[in-house]
């Protein structure tokens, strides 16, 4: 059997899609990000308070160093748009399992850019890398199952709703229920057109 050995590959940067650059963060990005960052809406779904502005900077200056080589890793790109270059959001790939090649995809947004695709298209370009660059065998998301704008990106591109895991988290003593939507590297097809939205 091959040995598989996830290394960070010699990535290209900053990826391009019809419409956005995905690129690593930078420390002028900060105040951008915080800027979405801060938005109660945005921690709707993610089962946690808004943070405070010294838990986003330590965040922040924590991702510029990230590393991406044991289970629990995260690599992550921010999002802007190739017109004006603004930050739009960010993709993610998580190392869930390095000996079963498993990642875990994630997308954060600003609200301010919802409706226009731009969640699809850059999701489909770091799963694309997930595969191609990372060799992956299965990628994954896991989503609240009310977050319908989260769901039909990953609908829309066709990844397999797997399990539905009834009442698995709680906040503010509500329960949530939640989805898990997959990919294998043998079935995976890049969109042609990742922009529509329904």
């Known amino acids: ?11 290209s940067l900053p990826l391009t899609t019809e419409r956005l650059q995905l690129r690593p963060f930078a420390e002028g990005d900060f105040e951008s990000y915080a800027a979405y960052h801060s938005l109660p809406e945005l921690y709707r779904y993610l089962y946690s308070a808004v943070p405070t502005r010294k838990a ?3 965040k922040f200056k924590g991702m510029l160093e990230a590393p991406f080589k044991n289970d629990g890793d995260v ?5 802007v748009t190739r017109e004006d270059e603004t930050l739009a959001g960010q993709v993610t790939l998580k190392l869930a399992s390095k000996a079963a090649r498993q990642g875990e995809v994630g997308y954060i947004f600003n609200p301010a850019f919802a409706g226009k695709g731009y969640a699809t298209e850059a999701v ?12 992956f065998h299965r990628i994954f998301a896991r989503l609240d ?21 009834r009442q698995n988290d ?29």
């Open 1 to 11: 059997m091959e040995q598989y050995a996830m290394d960070m590959p010699e990535l």
């Open 56 to 58: 986003l900077e330590e």
């Open 75 to 79: 690599f992550r790109l921010a999002v």
């Open 124 to 135: 489909a370009k770091i799963i694309n890398v997930g595969f191609s660059a990372f060799r």
């Open 145 to 165: 199952a009310a977050n319908k704008g989260s769901i039909g990106v990953v609908e829309r591109l066709r990844l397999r709703r797997e399990a539905h895991l």
């Open 170 to 198: 709680q906040f503010d003593g509500v329960w949530g229920d939640e989805y898990i939507y997959a990919v294998l590297a043998s079935e995976w097809r890049e969109p042609t057109d990742q922009t529509a939205e329904p």
